[in-house]
């Protein structure tokens, strides 16, 4: 069945570190993918999407490729921030539902 | 505007007793989900819903009812609840085909003792 795998965390950085979360998917056909966020006491908050390989989805200084080959949508920032310490979830679109990966915990220390 | 909504944000309640988290939306989204978020497992699937009244199984349905009279509601049932069951819940919707991504709640925070 489809399945998301994504780096284990948690991972810490210092502000204006440069941010890589990897993820990759196994899915038939070429499914939808989403990362979304998740910051303390909240539920989960689209941050991107791409819908075909070799889109870039891009968000608030994020962004992350479909790539078909690798079957990878790496999220990446150039430069984070304090305020961007949450827990990030990639994610695919199957027939019906959404499949998670486990999530990365992010911490950006200042 | 208030999207999902989700209650109780908060539950206490004793082994062996019925609860219902309750979920309703104001869109008219199609599907609906629930999900437990747990650590270590991340989000998983309980039960989802593409319609009024046509419900199925996600990857941990045992030990939760659900039902869907009404387009907007979606109730989570746990009807013997364990401790195993601690955990946060999340109520999601997806508008259909159109509308890929899921929208989700504030969560229900969910303690059995």
């Known amino acids: 069945g489809d399945s998301v795998t994504q780096m284990e965390g948690p991972v810490t950085l210092s502000e204006e570190a440069f941010l890589t979360i990897n993820c990759t998917y196994t899915a038939t056909g070429y499914p939808s993918l989403f990362w979304y966020v998740q910051y303390p006491g909240e539920g989960l908050q689209l941050l991107l999407k791409a819908t075909k390989a070799d889109d870039k989805g891009s968000n608030k200084g994020f962004e992350a490729t479909y790539r078909k080959e690798t079957t990878s949508f790496h999220l990446e920032k150039g430069s984070v921030q304090v305020s961007d310490s949450a827990v990030y979830f990639c994610a695919l679109k199957g027939a019906q539902k959404l499949v998670f990966g486990q999530g990365t915990r992010l911490t950006i220390n200042p | ?113």
């Not at chain 2, 869109?27 to 593409?50: E, N, P, T, V």
């Open chain 2, 1 to 113: 505007d208030a999207g999902i909504t989700q209650s109780p944000r908060y539950k206490i309640t004793e082994t062996g007793r019925q609860v219902t988290l309750m979920c309703h939306q104001t869109w008219s989204h199609s599907y609906m989900f629930w999900y437990r978020q747990d650590l270590g497992h991340g989000l998983r699937l309980i039960y989802y819903s593409a319609a009024a009244d046509i419900t199925d199984k996600g990857e941990v349905p045992d030990g939760y009812v659900v039902s869907r009279s009404k387009t907007e509601n979606f109730p989570l049932t746990l009807e013997s609840a364990t401790r195993s069951q601690t955990s946060v819940y999340f109520c999601a919707t997806r508008g259909g085909a159109r509308i890929i991504e899921a929208f989700f709640g504030q969560g229900t925070r969910l303690t059995v003792v």
